[in-house]
């Protein structure tokens, strides 16, 4: 929809990135200009111009830019991942991680890998996945330096990140040894191709899994368990559900019971499939 | 940027999107649907790719090249650039000869959509189409032909071709706001109510008028203090005088405050937060049964019956029915319940739903100098999205005090209604702006608003009381219905006097009695929708039945078979029903046999290999409805030889989706014997046709199109007494006929819409319901309809399609979550409307009936197919489960929660 806003810049040196006041990031945009513009907000500084590459593969591991388009990760990483014996077989679920997201193939032409982790909404499918990844996010703060946070500890509750005014998501990174391992996906919703309510992603490192719930907990959840035990997967989900009311998320796609009755079933699945050898 | 080959080099505006740009270049083809992505309508192909451009940020692609459907077979994937402008691409000839489309509002999206993706095209996801269920849609995607050319005389009876088909693919069909834009248009924008109840103490407007591009500003000072209804029907008394233009007491969150009229849409936008209101918050109460409890805040007190229609506003109530009828012999429903063999008592749920018509509420208002009819005055135009021009134009003209020779309103091909547009919303802000600017203003709705200013279906609770003897034949049927109608009593009385009649009149029982209350709250208003009130109250009842043929372990249709009325039988509903509704034909026993024989086909491949977590079971439900709305519904038809040969015929009722045009044109032309591209429909316009209530009740073909009959019938008499042989004695009448002797004979006819009829609805489902996720797979889908001598099988076909997708979401995932008044879901992503992938392909059987009332022995059939969807998805899921779903939508987490309970788990 059109925005009540006065100004557009198009970023193409970092010194563009250095917000006035009124100016947020524009990413893809295809969250920002599904909704009107909060209050307060008057100019955009579009990040498409900085031309960063989309995504790269080295001896380091993967890089992901922030305004890497969803569609770009699928034919990209995505496709990487797609032999399920190879270096990359880590990235077998990033298919599957996009098509969790309510949005159209024609959306995921433009909405990007670094708008959908700053939104740090519940059901942000990239947090899960990058999180499941144990992918660290660089991020360009507005001194010109940078920092780096665990993708997993971005998002603090549901739709806030830890970013302050200014800070920009450079790129998320995944060291060379995850790619090799293998990785498990999980998800439901009320609809099969609807929002989702809670969704599992794991990954196998050595003798011991990690699993991250997402969609079903207001911010990520992840959980260490020794491959094959469940009764331990039970453990660590009672001890969540026992945090307190605010545990398991709510809203019009699924009630706070059916979402923990349904990520322990999820869990318990993803934990199967990442047991044996 | 190129658009459709055209170079365009206007500027942007900072934060314009591709959509509005687009639109802003004269490209209409691109419509507004969601304007946030999530209904694929504004699909265009950008650099051959397709992609919302709602969600495009239109400075990112100056250099781009643009493709809408207006240019798709030119420009598009495998186009010609050499092709006539008219020319069709391959997809577009597809939809049309599947017939893939109703209001076709969708249709411009879905074609680039198609065109853009490489195959295999696996789902539709990002492309929501209301009016289908998505039948025709796959079939045109496989390439099936669904529709056929008639002979000359030939075209009743037959799948012939809407004559609106290739432009609505092609995206040049105007729809409502799509002819351009009058110069010195002024757009509208409203501030809402921040309370669900509240009364202006001081309002004060000045910065707002003072503020750039704005031309007027209203508050509730400034305009007329006439109340009215929202709601329009034949007779404006049939719904309560509640409601004001604008109005000091605020009802619910999101009712007007004020209105801001500007050069631009923002500039409205920013005048709206320079109105200064200073408000009293009074109390609010949400809930229905509290809101008719002593003590309960009052939404509306003061209103009478006699002078506003309003029950008893002391209580909050609208309109009330209490009414027990034992045929003589019997004892009443007590006494009846209690020496039955069986009986059930039960509580049955329904939620509010949004109609999501994929083109929201907008119109237009202008006027022309005079001299209108004697008047000497201006005449204001209006054009809006609505099912009925006659309607708002009288109730216009009472609001304005205008003539109404000085008020014309049209409406263009309207991108679906279901009802939500038998209510006058937005035309009344446009109207009394353009008479106060003198300048044309145009009011557009947000997808938002549709969900915060616009009516939902009325929530109901029902409690059934129901009892039969040994052998299943029923004693008793007792029915108390509570509806919420919210801050409004538009079509309060309407849809509960409807809602409780024929799904009470259904079943015979010596005992019954109904009673129903609809009741203001401080929510959102109800108003008119799909089925009228008989889907909720079907729901019920349906549910009662079955849970009773399975205590006496009778067979669902079996039970139904003993119980329902045959013709001969009185229509009863809390006492007999005296007046116009006829067994004009009576079809429900076939419908019954249908569906039972479909359902006892042996399992379907789907359930092969399903776990043990999955359990299966079938249900069945019916559902009856009169085929035109009751105390008169009136049309006038005139069909006149045009100068070219061809007839036209003028007609007042609107083409939403409906399909009446084209049947219109079949009648037409069936009657004069000639081809049916002879014949052209100019509906929905006051100034053209004569008077017609409108497209509500299913009332196009049955009322309109029996009109456009027996006018057709008469010309055709008259033509050829004028000149021997005009029209009987050729052979050959596919060639145009010289007629400068007879051009502009016509003839005319009308019809009031009595006596009327009654059509029938069976659905059956055989369902898999996992127990351990309340997950629920449609596995066999069967629909038979009792629609008398079908007019246009795709066309019927596709209503009922579409009617069952609809009864699928309201049944299984659409809600809208209301929480203190705040409506909370107010995007698609969070209103789940059926995509395609949600929706099975359901078997359609049509019953072997001959009406005596309808055209050429047709029934109405639009409305009805909805309503017995609900209760027999329920019913399938209750067989499969030992659980009972009582409340709607039957959602996987409400459903996993009913059978882990029942489980103990």
Redesign the interface.
């Known amino acids: ?8 810049r ?1 970023a193409r040196t970092r010194a563009d990135c250095t917000l006035r006041p009124g100016e947020v990031f ?1 990413g893809g ?2 969250f920002l ?3 009107p ?1 909060p209050a307060g907000v008057t ?2 500084v ?1 990040l ?1 111009g900085m031309g960063w590459e989309p995504w790269s593969v080295d001896g380091s591991g993967l890089r992901v830019a922030g305004t890497c388009t969803l569609e770009e990760l699928v034919s990209g990483p995505g496709v990487l991942g797609a032999d399920a014996s190879g270096p990359y077989r880590a990235l077998g679920i990033v298919g599957q991680c996009v098509s969790a997201l ?6 995921a ?2 909405a990007t890998v670094g708008g959908n982790l700053a939104l740090g909404l519940p059901v942000g499918s990239m947090i899960g996945l990058f999180a499941a990844l144990s992918a660290r996010a660089v991020i360009w703060t507005p001194d010109g330096g940078s920092r780096e946070v665990a993708v997993s500890d971005l998002v603090t509750r549901a739709g806030v990140v830890e970013l302050a005014p200014g800070e920009v998501i450079r790129e998320t990174r995944v060291t060379a040894a995850v790619l090799g391992q293998r990785t498990a996906f999980r998800r ?1 919703s ?6 989702t ?1 809670a969704m599992v992603t794991g990954r196998r490192r050595g003798d011991g899994v990690a699993l991250v719930l997402t969609a079903s907990v207001p911010a990520p959840h992840v959980l260490l368990v020794r491959a094959n035990d469940h009764d331990g997967l039970d453990r660590r989900l009672r001890w969540i559900t026992g945090l307190g009311d605010g545990t398991w998320y709510e ?5 706070r ?3 923990a ?2 990520t322990r ?1 999820l869990a318990h699945e993803a934990l199967d499939e990442l047991g044996g050898a | 940027m190129r658009i459709d080959g055209t170079e365009t080099t206007a500027e942007p ?5 591709l ?2 740009y687009l639109r802003e270049q004269g490209a209409t083809a691109v419509k507004k649907g969601c ?4 209904c ?1 309508a504004c ?1 265009v192909l950008l650099d051959g ?4 451009s ?4 239109a ?2 692609v100056a250099g781009a090249e643009v493709v809408t459907a207006a240019g798709l077979a030119r420009f598009g994937p495998g186009g010609d650039p050499d092709a006539e402008p008219g020319a069709l691409h391959p997809v577009q000839r597809a939809f049309v000869e599947a017939a893939g489309f109703q209001c076709g509002f969708c249709t411009a999206g879905l074609v680039c ?1 198609v065109a853009g ?1 490489p195959p295999p095209l696996v ?1 539709l ?3 929501l189409c209301r009016c289908t269920g998505y039948r025709s849609i796959r079939d045109a995607l496989a390439g099936r032909v669904n529709t056929e050319v008639a002979e000359p005389g030939q075209a009743f009876g037959r799948a012939v071709v809407a004559p609106a088909a290739a432009r609505v693919v092609s995206g040049r069909e105007a729809y409502t706001l799509d002819e351009p834009a009058p110069p010195g248009l002024l757009h509208v924008a409203v501030l809402g109510s921040p309370h669900p109840h509240a009364r202006i103490t001081r309002i004060d407007p000045a910065a707002a008028r003072a503020a750039p591009g704005v031309h007027l500003v209203l508050t509730h000072h400034d305009v007329p203090d006439t109340l009215y209804s929202t709601a329009r029907h034949e007779n404006r008394l049939d719904d309560p005088d509640d409601t004001r233009i604008l109005d000091p007491v605020l009802r619910f969150v999101g009712q007007r405050v004020a209105v801001a009229v500007a050069e631009t ?2 500039q409205a ?2 005048a709206l937060a320079l109105v200064d209101v200073e408000y009293e918050t009074l109390p609010a109460v949400f809930d229905p049964e509290a809101a008719r409890q002593p003590g309960a805040p009052l939404v509306h007190p003061g209103r009478t019956p006699d002078e506003h229609r309003v029950a008893e506003a002391s209580r909050n109530v609208v309109a009330q029915l209490h009414e027990e009828y034992a045929e003589p012999g019997h004892d009443g429903v007590a006494a009846a319940l209690a020496a039955s063999a069986a009986t059930v008592e039960g509580t049955w749920t329904t939620d509010r739903v949004n109609h999501v018509a994929l083109e929201t509420h907008g119109a237009r208002a202008w006027l022309t100098p005079g001299p209108a009819a004697g008047t000497g005055q201006p005449v204001l135009h209006v054009r809006t999205s609505t099912q009925v021009p006659f309607l708002v134009r009288d109730e216009l003209a009472r609001l304005l005090d205008l003539p109404e020779e000085r008020v014309r309103v049209v409406a263009g091909r309207v991108g679906g209604g279901f009802g939500g547009k038998q209510e006058l919303l937005v035309e009344d802000v446009v109207a009394l702006a353009a008479l106060r600017t003198g300048r044309p203003v145009q009011w557009e709705l ?1 997808r938002e608003q549709q969900f915060t200013l616009v009516p939902c279906r009325h929530p109901m609770r029902i409690g059934v009381r129901a009892g039969a003897d040994a052998d299943g034949h029923l004693t008793a049927l007792a029915i108390d219905v509570l509806a919420d109608t919210g801050a409004y009593g538009n079509h309060a009385p309407g849809v509960l006097f409807h809602g409780v009649h024929e799904s009470m009149a259904v079943y015979r029982a010596p005992n019954k009695r109904v009673d129903a209350e609809s009741v203001y709250t401080n929510n959102v208003p109800s108003g008119a929708f799909r089925g009228y009130g008989l889907g909720q109250v079907q729901f019920a009842i349906e549910g009662a039945i079955d849970e009773l043929a399975a205590r006496l372990g009778i067979d669902p249709v079996e039970m139904r078979r003993r119980n329902v009325i045959r013709p001969g039988d009185p229509f009863v509903v809390g006492r007999p029903v005296d007046g116009d509704l006829e067994y004009g034909s009576y079809g429900l026993d076939q419908c019954l046999d249908l569906v039972e024989k479909a359902l006892a086909r042996g399992p379907s491949p789907a359930e092969t290999g399903l776990s043990g977590e999955w359990s299966v079971g079938r249900g069945v439900a019916l559902a009856m409805i009169a085929t035109i709305p009751p105390r008169g519904h009136f049309t006038h038809a005139r069909i006149t030889l045009g100068a070219d040969g061809d007839f036209v015929v003028d007609v007042g009722t609107a083409e939403f989706g409906n399909g009446t045009t084209t049947v219109h044109a079949q009648i037409a032309a069936t009657e004069l014997g000639v081809p049916v591209d002879r014949v052209r429909v100019r509906p929905s316009d006051t100034a053209t046709a004569g008077y017609d209530t409108g497209a509500f009740g299913s009332a196009g073909s049955v009322v309109a199109g029996l009109a456009v009959g027996r006018a057709a019938s008469a010309l055709k008499t008259e033509l050829d007494s004028l000149s021997a042989g005009y029209l009987s004695g050729r052979t050959d009448t596919t060639a145009q006929i010289p007629s400068t002797q007879l051009a502009g004979v016509g003839a005319e006819a009308s019809h009031d819409g009595s006596p009327r009829s009654v059509a029938f609805n069976v659905h059956g489902f055989r369902v898999a319901v996992h127990r ?3 997950e629920v797979r449609i596995l066999r889908s069967v629909h038979a309809a009792d629609a008398g001598v079908v007019i246009n099988p795709e066309q019927l076909r596709g209503q009922i399609d579409g009617g069952v997708a609809q009864a699928l979401g309201s049944a ?2 659409e ?1 809208m ?1 209301v929480r203190d008044g705040v409506v ?2 107010r ?1 698609l ?4 409307v ?2 395609l ?2 929706v099975p392909v359901t078997e359609v059987l049509f019953a072997d009936t001959v009406d005596r009332l309808g055209p050429r022995g047709a029934k109405s059939m639009s409305e009805a197919p909805y309503n017995p969807v609900a209760p027999a998805l329920a019913n399938a899921i209750a067989d499969a489960t030992g659980v009972r779903p009582r409340d709607l939508p039957i ?4 459903l ?2 009913l059978l ?1 309970a029942a489980s103990g788990r």
């Open positions: 929809m059109d925005l009540d806003i006065d100004t557009v198009t524009l945009g295809t200009y599904s909704e513009v100019g955009l579009d498409t309510t949005l159209s193939a024609k959306v032409r433009t439901v009320l609809t099969p191709t609807g929002r309510a809203d019009p796609h699924g009630s019971e059916w979402r009755a349904m079933r | 505006r900072p934060g314009q999107c959509r509005t304007d946030a992505g999530d694929g699909t790719a397709p992609v919302p709602c969600l495009i940020p400075h990112r959509t993706t789902d996801k990002g492309n849409p923002r936008r920013a947000s351990g996720t309340g299984m995932t809600r979550v909370v879901t995007t992503r969070h209103y789940r059926p995509q992938s949600d959602q996987r987490d409400r996993w929660e882990a």
